[in-house]
């Protein structure tokens, strides 16, 4: 179990990571029109 | 200059050359990232209105940068809410993972050591929550204290502010006052069910105003003015001003209000006024921005511009509309406010009941008291449940103009259309045709319609239409007359020489008009009438050729519309200022029992109030405009047609797109709403008086109260959100309406 001393600590700078992702994807737009992709067959260019 | 309708990078190249391949831009740089351009041009060779309209021609859409920021803003709104909510949720699932081996370990399974490694890792990724995502409860709760008032977010922030450091403190003192409980779970998760709520209420009202910019969307972009040399140049509207001279071209949209100097032509006022024939207006005759010029070309002086307009007035009152609050959400927050005190009372009562006996247990009583009290969900319950509505139908083409008028609705019980405009269909249909020995009837509709074409008049329409539903469109285009030296003279006819392109014979001059343009004698009908007839050069004889009655068409959705009225038990009536004789026709034809002609405002209302004194709930249809008092008297009142005569209009609801059957849909979604309103209301109200007092006497552990608090709000919000998501079906005609609406039943069709 004397790994979890190792994981607990890596998991918490794992989540900052992801939060990092997120912050990243959410300022990019990635959440704003969410139906383009799939409308995106539509389209014709 | 901000780029619409960008969505790659190749896109921008393509803008690129389109602004670089216009003559006198100097440089342009387009960005993908930002849906920006940068263009810099030289004024005296490429007038902006050049570089925009290369911008259009190559599929996109350029707006001034001012423009933008608006929307730019409320994107950015958007984000950081979305921003804060994902960090909440994600860190409270982590919170979770953390706390969990606390839950079920036994006593002794789990070391000291381990514990507080869990804990100090909770603690880490709880700092983003409290410092981050609770960032709007602080800030308000701030400046609550800073003006004396007292609101939710201050008993919300104050549980915050005592869970997160009691549990800091359990953290790294363990030893100390409060003990070594630690409450990171039930923080992380509160915080994260309120933000949700939040975020879905933004969401709700965002998509009202998307409705709202695109009525918004209509000014045009660029008009010509004069310059101070009596040369017109093309301007951005941003830039026009009071008592600038500009020029409107046929086909353009008026960017201001204010009277034409020159010329005159007619306007389609459509949607500022849901008059649908066109007006016409000589010199001297007022023009508003909105409104689009049909026929020549004119000048104006603005008199009014920007947000002076009645076109901005418009859009101002309908945001107004999503900011007000109805009644019953007055009524809540009045409550909301004594029972907050009473929630502060209560905790600090709490706390001071159990100190003696253990401090930290009395603090988290006192934190369980301010959390498990919601009074969220029952300040929510009603807005939500209205904005949701309000969405919807704002979704559909009917703009509420005041909520509160939702909750009457909901219990109408009679509708009194007050025109019968609003029945009936723009554009007229051909009923009968009489014609001289010299054509056949069909004959005599083509050539007619030949001279129609080149009118704007909406008889000229209706002979145009009827013409091609008679034959095809390509007969129709095989033309068999020549056309000349065509004149028309304004609101009574047209004039001109026409020769038969097949066949020898001379050019004659014909009248298209009324009775009195053609010089023929008025004859009685009930419906409008088209005259077609020979003028010879040298007198005033004229030889009849064809006599074209028209009639008014029924809204092709009318009888679905109300059948699912009746269904829904109302009454319909009709109460008309029209002539009896065309009031009758149309009841009949629409199998309406109840009507009245020939009334005039006074009579309506003496109607509205003898229906209304009788106990009916009574909404009125009509167009918004002329009947003032009516409307105010009515318990609700719809607008069809884009009737907005804006502050002045009375009317509760616009129906923009003018489909009867939406009005319907209204009241059952009004029905509804009311009914989600009393579910939410019963609902906060039930779960406060249940679990303030099982707080207050200690029953009730944080984490029980943080969840039973997030679950009422986000019961109220997802209960209002059923609302928004389809308008209430008509039985058999909402299956046949839902497959033309939705527009995703739409697409796949196209593809």
Redesign the interface.
């Known amino acids: ?1 004397d790994i ?2 190792l994981l ?2 890596l ?2 700078g794992l ?1 900052l990571l ?2 990092l992702g ?2 990243w994807a ?2 990019r ?1 990635q ?2 029109n969410i139906e ?1 992709e799939a ?1 995106r ?2 389209r014709d260019n | 200059m901000v780029i619409e309708g960008m969505h790659c990078a190749a896109c921008a190249l393509t803008i690129e050359d389109a602004l670089r391949s216009v003559p006198g831009v100097v440089q342009a740089d387009v960005s993908a990232a930002s849906q920006r351009a940068r263009v810099v041009w030289n004024a005296a060779a490429a007038p902006p209105s050049l570089w925009f309209a290369a911008v259009r021609r190559a599929g996109y859409r350029a707006l001034p940068a001012a423009d933008a920021q608006a929307r730019q803003q409320r994107v950015q709104e958007k984000r950081r809410a979305l921003w804060r909510w994902l960090v909440a949720g994600f860190c409270m699932m982590q919170v979770m993972m953390y706390a969990w081996p606390a839950y079920i370990a036994h006593p002794g399974d789990l070391s000291a050591e381990m514990e507080g490694l869990l804990r100090w890792a909770s603690w880490v990724i709880c700092l983003p929550v409290v410092l981050f995502a609770c960032g709007p409860f602080f800030a308000s709760a701030l400046s609550d204290i800073r003006h004396r008032r007292i609101s939710m977010d201050l008993p919300v922030a104050l549980g915050m502010a005592i869970t997160f450091i009691v549990s800091s403190l359990g953290t790294f003192d363990p030893d100390g006052l409060f003990g070594r409980e630690v409450y990171f779970d039930s923080l992380t998760m509160f915080v994260f069910f309120l933000l949700t709520g939040r975020w879905l209420e933004l969401r709700l009202r965002d998509r009202t105003a998307g409705a709202l910019e695109a009525l918004m969307n209509r000014l045009p972009d660029s008009v010509e003015r004069r310059g101070d040399d009596g040369r017109f140049v093309r301007v951005g509207v941003r830039r026009i001003a009071l008592g600038d001279v500009l020029r409107v071209l046929p086909g353009e949209v008026f960017p201001a209000d204010g009277p034409l100097l020159a010329g005159s032509t007619r306007v389609d006022e459509a949607l500022l006024t849901g008059e649908s024939a066109p007006r016409w207006r000589t010199v001297g005759g007022e023009v508003c921005a909105g409104s689009i010029n049909l026929e020549s070309a004119v000048e104006m002086r603005v008199e009014r511009v920007g947000a002076d307009t009645r076109f901005a007035e418009i859009v101002a009152l309908m945001e107004s509309a999503s900011l007000q609050k109805p009644r019953l959400a007055q009524l809540a927050d009045r409550v909301a406010r004594p029972f907050l005190v009473f929630v502060l009372l209560a905790a600090l009562a709490a706390l001071v009941w159990w100190w003696p006996k253990d401090p930290q247990h009395a603090l988290m009583v006192a934190v369980a008291v301010l959390i498990v009290t919601c009074p969220c969900a029952l300040s929510l319950a009603t807005p939500v449940a209205m904005l949701s509505a309000a969405g919807a139908l704002a979704r559909e083409g009917v703009l509420v103009r005041n909520l509160q008028a939702l909750e009457s609705l909901a219990t109408i019980d009679t509708v009194v259309f007050d025109k019968t405009g609003t029945l009936t269909h723009d554009g007229m249909a051909l009923r009968r045709t009489e014609v001289a020995a010299e054509m056949s009837a069909a004959e005599a509709l083509e050539l007619a319609a030949e001279l129609a074409r080149h009118s704007l008049h909406p008889l000229s329409r209706a002979l145009v239409a009827a013409a091609i539903s008679g034959t095809s469109q390509a007969a129709l285009d095989a033309r068999s007359w020549e056309i000349t030296d065509l004149r028309e003279a304004p609101g009574s006819g047209l004039t001109a020489r026409v020769r038969k392109l097949h066949g020898a014979g001379p050019a004659r001059t014909v009248l298209l008009g009324s009775a009195a343009h053609a010089g023929l004698p008025a004859q009685d009908g009930d419906g409008a009438q088209v005259c077609m007839a020979w003028a010879d050069q040298a007198g005033p004889e004229r030889h009849a050729i064809a006599r074209f009655e028209f009639e008014e068409t029924l809204r092709s959705e009318l009888p679905a519309a109300l059948r699912a009225l009746e269904r829904a038990g109302i009454a319909v009536q009709v109460l008309s200022g029209d002539r009896a004789a065309s009031v009758a026709r149309v009841a009949q034809r629409a199998q309406i029992a109840a009507w009245r002609g020939d009334c005039t405002p006074a009579d309506k209302l003496a109607s509205l109030q003898a229906l209304q004194s009788r106990g009916h709930r009574v909404a009125m249809v009509g167009d918004g405009l002329n009947d003032g008092p009516v409307l105010a008297g009515a318990h609700a009142s719809f607008a069809v047609g884009s009737a907005v005569p804006l502050a002045r209009m009375r009317s509760d609801f616009v129906v923009l797109g003018g489909q009867l059957a939406l009005i319907a849909q209204s009241i059952l979604l009004a029905r509804k709403t009311l009914r989600v309103v009393r579910q939410n209301l019963w609902w906060a109200a039930l779960y406060n008086a249940l679990c303030v007092p099982l707080a207050i006497a200690g029953f009730m552990p944080a984490w029980l109260a943080g969840l039973g608090m997030a679950a009422s709000s986000l019961l109220v919000v997802l209960n209002a959100a059923r609302l928004a998501r389809k308008l209430p079906t008509l039985g058999t005609l909402a299956d046949d309406a839902d497959t033309r609406r939705g527009p995703r039943t739409h697409a796949p069709a196209h593809a």
């Open positions: 179990m979890l001393y607990i600590p998991s918490v989540v992801v939060l997120l912050w959410v300022y737009g959440f704003e383009q409308e067959i539509l």
